[in-house]
C-alpha cells in the first residue's frame, strides 16, 4: 500500500532510504532528528518591577478563576486588543531573536524584559501549581506545550512553539507560533505549516449562534486528511480578566460541545496542537512539560479571538497585519 501524506511511518524506518531523497539510509541522514530532548537547568526566578500590576496568582500561585464571564463588555474588550496586538509584538520579537546556540532561557529573558517594557506582567510567571517559573513557554520538538525555558541551546533542524502571554490593562492576550531552527527536514516544515492552516481553519469556523463544536471538527478533519493527530488534552479555552476560564475549546470533534453556541463578544483562544505521531502525552518530573509518547514531533500556533456579529476578529495580530511566526 502506498500513502501519499507527510506522515507516512514507511518515511521513518532506520534502514529505508531517507525521504529527503540524499539516498542514505534514514537512520545515518535525518535520523538522529528523533533524538529526544533532555531537560536542562532552570535558572532564578526573574523579578518585576514594582510599578507593573500584577494578576492575583504572581504572589502565591494558583490557577485562574473559572466561574467568569466569557461575553466581554466595551471596556473590557478594548482593553484586550490593546494587550492582544502587544502580545503579537512580544511574540514576534522574541521569534527574531530564534537561532542555533541561542538557549531557551535566553529567549525567556528577552520575553520577560520585553513584557515590563510594553508596561505588562508576563502572564505565565507564578501561574498554576506548581507556580510556573518562567515568563515564556518554549516547546521544543516533541514538546508538546508547557516546555520551561532552560539551559538547552537550540540546535539546527529544531522546531520549537514559543508561547506568549501579556497580562495589561487587567486582561491578557495569549498567542503562540513555532518557528524553526536553521534548517529543518520536509515533514516538521509540512507539520508546521499544517498545523498554522488548521488554526486557519478554526478561526474560519467562528461565528454568532454557531456550536464551538464546529471549530473542533474544522481543525480535526484538515489534521486527519493530512495524516497527522490532534492532541486532546490541551485545549483552547475562554480568555479575558483570567487566563483561563471554563470555557473550553476543543480542538477534535465532540458532539457534547454542539449545544455551547458561540455568541457576540465572546472571548477564547484556539490554539491546536498537531501530532506527526502519537497524540498522547507525558508530562515530566517538573509537572509542566507535556512530551509525546512516542517522542515524535509536533506544532502549535495560537490566536486570542472575539465573536464578532461579522465573525472572529483577531485580538492577537501583529500590528502590521501580518500572522506571527511563521517560518515562511
Ligand atoms: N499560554 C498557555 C495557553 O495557551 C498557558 C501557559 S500556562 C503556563 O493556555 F503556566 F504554563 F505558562
Ligand atoms: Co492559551
Ligand atoms: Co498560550
Known sequence: MTSTTLADPARLKANNPCWCGSGRKFKRCH???????????????????EGIVRPHYAEH??????????????????????TGRDAARVLRDVGAAIAPGVTTDALDALCHQLCIDAGGYPSPLNYG??????????SVNEVICHGIPDSRALRDGDIVNLDVTLFREGVHGDTNATFTVGTVDE????????????????IEAVAPGRPTSDIG??????AEAEGFGVVRAFTGHGVGREFHTGLHILHYFEPRDETVLMEPGMTFTIEPMIALGA????????????????????????HTLVVTDDG?????????????GFPG
Open 61 to 82: 500561585g494558583g490557577r485562574s478563576r473559572r466561574d467568569v464571564p466569557d461575553v466581554q463588555d466595551t471596556a473590557t474588550l478594548a482593553a484586550m486588543r490593546r
Open 31 to 49: 535520523g538522529p532528528s528523533l533524538e529526544r530532548v533532555r531537560p536542562g537547568t532552570v535558572g532564578p526566578r526573574r523579578p518585576v518591577p
Open 187 to 202: 515533514l516538521s516544515r509540512g507539520l508546521v505549516r499544517v498545523t498554522r492552516e488548521c488554526l486557519e481553519r478554526g
Open 312 to 324: 472572529p476578529e483577531i485580538l492577537t495580530l501583529h500590528p502590521d497585519g501580518e500572522w506571527s
Open 279 to 302: 497524540w498522547q502525552h507525558r508530562t515530566w518530573d517538573d509537572d509542566w512539560t507535556a512530551v509525546t509518547t512516542d517522542g515524535r514531533r509536533t506544532a502549535q500556533f495560537e
Open 217 to 222: 471538527q474544522a481543525i480535526q478533519s484538515h
Open 129 to 138: 501549581d506548581p507556580g510556573y517559573p518562567k515568563s515564556i513557554c518554549t
